[in-house]
């Protein structure tokens, strides 16, 4: 299985980083090895020193498909989940001042955590879903998926382009504002339509 991941989803977290605005989406892969193992702490990885957690709402591919058309995207997902896409942010500024891919800045081990999974039927609308991401107890980033750029069906639509989507792959839809650094003893929980979803320990 893959993990494929869209950045540059949301306007205000492109303002953040002062990032250019994209005409396509941002699309990279992580490996299933970044998976975070369940019950896991986080440990930071000793080439960063600047981690950060970007809160994503994912989508679970539960039927092979390549050309999409985001018309029929939806009979493609029925789980909506939620997880982190960490960023060793200092090595991924340097890739992107060299023009170099960001693996090693987004796809290590631990990279992706990827919390409980809710029937998409539980979600009323997967345009107007509100997550949220607490460390330590304190709302840091507070997204919604009708502020994406491009919704969950473009997505699809999107990444099948490129890349046949099979049964168990994870699309990780992009992070809204308020990313920031994590260091140890941190405790991140992430909220789905007020739900718990998952929580992580940093060490
Ligand atoms: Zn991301």
């Not at 490996?31 to 193992?37: E, K, M």
């Not at 896991?40 to 970007?54: G, L």
């Not at 107007?128 to 473009?154: A, C, P, R, Y």
Request: glycine content about 6%; proline content about 4%; some cysteine.
């Amino acid at each position: 299985m893959k993990l494929i991941c869209i950045g540059r989803n949301y306007t205000k977290h492109i303002e953040e980083l002062e990032n250019e605005k994209p005409t396509d989406p941002v699309v990279f892969l992580k490996p299933d090895t970044s998976i975070l193992l369940k019950k896991q702490p986080f440990f930071i990885p000793d080439f960063s020193d600047d981690v950060h957690h970007e809160l994503e709402v994912l989508i679970k591919i539960n039927k092979v498909g390549k050309h999409i058309d985001k018309k029929f995207a939806h009979k493609y997902y029925n789980e909506i989940g939620l997880g982190i896409d960490f960023t060793a942010r200092d090595l991924q500024s340097k890739l992107k001042e060299k023009g170099l891919p960001w693996e090693k800045a987004k796809a290590f081990d631990g990279a992706a955590v990827i919390g409980k999974w809710l029937p998409k039927k539980e979600v009323d609308d997967v345009n107007n879903i509100k997550f949220q991401l607490l460390k330590n107890d304190k709302v840091v980033q507070d997204g919604n998926t009708s502020h994406m750029l491009w919704k969950i069906d473009e997505l699809i639509e999107y990444v099948s382009k490129y890349f046949t989507l099979k049964i168990g792959d994870i699309i990780f839809t992009g992070t809204p504002a308020g990313v920031g650094k994590i260091i140890a003893n941190d405790t991140l929980k992430g909220f789905l339509n007020d739900k718990e979803l998952f929580s992580i320990r940093i060490k």
